[in-house]
Each structure stands twice: as C-alpha cells, then as structure tokens.
C-alpha cells in the first residue's frame, strides 16, 4: 500500500548515474583537504584569496581617516611607527603634527638639539624611542645625503628600526612587498590560522611572519600591512573581538571553533571530541537525490544537505541509517561508503563517512515535506547547503 503523497521506488540504485569520470581524484583531493589542519589553511591561496578581499573591501570603507596616512612618506611613516609603538592612535595625532611642525624633515630632525626633542617627546614616554630617532636622523644625513634609505637592509640597519618598522616604512611609503608583524597583527593573523601555540615562541612567531608574508597581494602591501593592523584595532581585539562585525569571520579559524578568546595564548583548556556521523546519497528513480532541510535550532540551521544523522552517537551506517528511518519514516539501507569527510564544528572532530543507501524493498520517498526534497544533481549547484553537503554535492559531479 502507498500512503497518499508518497512515490514508490522499485530500485532507485540501479537507475542512479554510474560514477562520472575523475570521481576518484575528486574525492581524494577532499580528502586531502579535509585533512589539512587548520592552522595550515593559509597554505590555500584560495583562503587567501578571500581574506584578502575582504579585508580590503573592508578597509576601504572603514579605514580612519590619520595624518601620516594623508601623506604617506618614509619619513611621515617612520615617525608615526615610532610613536605609536606603545601608544594609542589618539595620543599620538597630536604629538604626531607637533613633531612634524618642529622638523618637517629627517634633516631638520638630525640638526636639532636633543633637549629640543625631548621637550617635544614629553609625555608620550619611552624616551629612548626619541633617542634613536635623532640618532637614525644623524645616520641618514652621514650616510644618505639627509635622503631617507631605501633598500630594506639599509633601512634596518638605523637605530630603533626592526624588522617590522622596516617593513612598515618600506611597504607603506613605496609599496614594497615587505610583511609586518606586530601586536595587532600578531593576533589577527594567529586567530585567523587558529594558531595554538604560544606566540612568544621563536616558532609560533616564524610561522605568524611566513602567514604575514604569504599574505601580501602582488600591488598595495602597505594598504593590506594597514587594513590588517587597522582590523586588530578596531575589531580584533584582545578582549572580547567583535567577530560579528568582522569581515573575515568565515574564514577565521579562532571564531569558527570558538578559540578566539584563548588566541593568541598556548590553548590548553580546549577539549576536543571525536564524533562519527554518518549521511547518506539517497538515489531515486528519477536520477535525483534526497536532500533535506536542517530545521531550527539544529547545526546549520536553514541550509539544506543530504541525509545526515547528527543526534548523538550510534555504531555504524545502518544504525545510523535506522535512527534516520525512524525519525523521517524513509527506510534506507547502506549500501557502499563513498566518501569520508574530516571537520571541526566547535569542540567537536567529526568524522563524516558518506554512505550510498538505498530504499529498502518497497520503500517510499515522502514528497508532500517541504523541507525534504528530491532533486537533479545540477539543481543542486543553487541550493544553499551545508559546507560538508556542499562537498558530498562536488563529488557527485566529479569537481
Ligand atoms: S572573526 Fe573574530 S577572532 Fe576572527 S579575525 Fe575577526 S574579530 Fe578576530
């Protein structure tokens, strides 16, 4: 008997599309991407790509609007990098017009009495910043004809300068491709990799400088080098980051598995749990597949995937297949695994396995549930799924 609205499958296995061509390296190369830890995925330019974007889409609307941005010379560069090394923006702007009143230029820097400098440094602290500067200023004046250098290792090479107020200097004022590494972008970058390490560790800051670096676009690394610091500022911040509000947050490791309170910081206190679930490719007569609704309240709320038992544990396919039975009245049996699909939603490690099902002799498919339905393949490039159904979804058309 068939209850109304419901549609028999005689076999709905034998009429599903044989396995299209370059299905096997389609799901090895998921595989071999679901494998790849988080904190190596800015090794995918792809990753990059879309960060990138989004950062300097963002930059370009709420970037502030700062003086040593209007006119960005090494010189303009190097003292507001110096200043604001341990203080604030708004400290700074007024020591910043200040300075430049008293010495518009690296020369009149170099020639100026020290205690004409220190009076003007007063109150911003760290004298020994002031102290370098005149001495650097009396370097390039000595050294560089009072022209500001400009190959990174000359730049280096004057006092107070390190790697990264050289790299700001060079990248901002002439758009040179040199990365910077800071206190804002120490943390942004080691949220945006998930990075677990403690950030003091000549390792944890080797990898934060290769991410700064492999970050950079071919033209504009100063505006990425400032989008990235102005982000820190403004939305990645230490305490309490306003992820909602921030551009990268789909693809920031820390705010997907939750981590961005304990990033940057050695995270100890995270426990992870291991979880098999199990989903399924539900062929019907009409070489369409079963895909469903996930209803509120659940994990991807709204979007669609295939079905997927996620309602705690069970020991393998066919119970997993029973529960789903049981839960939606369709009675399927698994019949070969097809894929395997590794990931992390918050504290969980998920091990996916996707199993080809079919229903179980006269078995229907219900088609009167709005948020269960059959679909072509090719229908479901325009369905909004679940990043996990989204793969399962590729594999099924070999890309
Ligand atoms: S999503 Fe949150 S933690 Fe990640 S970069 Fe943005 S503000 Fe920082």
Not at 55 to 75: E, N
Not at 178 to 190: A, F, K
Not at 224 to 253: I, T, W, Y
């Amino acid at each position: 008997m068939t209850r109304p609205g419901i549609s028999k499958v005689p076999d709905s296995t034998a009429a599903f599309p044989s396995e299209p061509p370059g299905r096997e390296s389609a799901r090895e190369e998921l595989i071999r991407q679901e494998t790849v830890h988080e904190e190596f995925v800015w090794h995918d330019p792809r990753w990059r790509g879309r960060v990138r974007r989004r950062l300097l889409g963002w930059f370009a609307t709420q970037a502030r609007s700062l003086p040593w941005r209007d006119h960005p010379t090494p010189y303009h560069v190097w003292v507001s990098e110096i200043m604001l090394q341990q203080t604030q923006v708004a400290t700074v702007i007024d020591y910043y017009h200040r300075f430049l009143a008293a010495f518009p230029t690296v020369v009149d820097l170099a020639a100026a009495p020290e205690e004409r400098l220190m009076r003007l440094w007063e109150g911003l602290g760290y004298y020994r910043r002031a102290r370098s500067m005149h001495a650097a200023a009396k370097l390039i004046v000595e050294r560089h004809d009072g022209v500001f250098p400009t190959t990174f290792d000359q730049v280096l090479a004057l006092p107070g300068i390190g790697r990264y107020t050289a790299g700001a200097i060079l990248s901002i004022s002439a758009d040179r491709r040199y990365p910077v590494l800071e206190g804002n972008t120490q943390r942004v970058y080691s949220r945006w990799i998930g990075l677990r390490q403690d950030v003091t560790t000549a390792a944890a800051k080797t990898t934060l400088w290769d991410v700064a670096g492999a970050m950079l676009p071919r033209t504009g690394s100063g505006r990425f080098n400032q989008a990235a610091m102005e982000l820190g500022s403004l939305v990645c911040k230490p305490k309490e980051p306003l992820c909602h509000a921030c551009p990268v947050r789909n693809d920031c490791q820390a705010h997907r598995l939750g981590l961005q309170d304990e990033i940057p910081g050695k995270v100890t206190r995270v426990e992870y749990e291991s979880r098999n679930e199990f989903g399924f490719i539900v062929p019907t007569r009409e070489r369409n597949v079963l895909v469903q609704q996930i209803p509120a309240g659940q994990r991807w709320a709204g979007l669609w995937d295939f079905p997927r038992w996620t309602e705690g544990d069970v020991a393998d396919a066919a119970a997993a297949a029973k529960s789903l039975s049981h839960q939606w009245g369709i009675a399927i049996r698994p019949t070969e695994k097809w894929l395997t699909i590794k990931h992390a939603v918050t504290r969980y490690r998920i091990t996916l396995e996707v199993h080809r099902a079919k229903p179980i002799d006269a078995a229907t498919i219900p088609t009167d549930q709005p948020h269960l339905q059959a679909l072509p393949i090719d229908r479901l490039a325009n369905l909004p799924l679940s990043t996990t159904g989204r793969k399962i979804a590729r594999s099924l058309v070999g890309k």
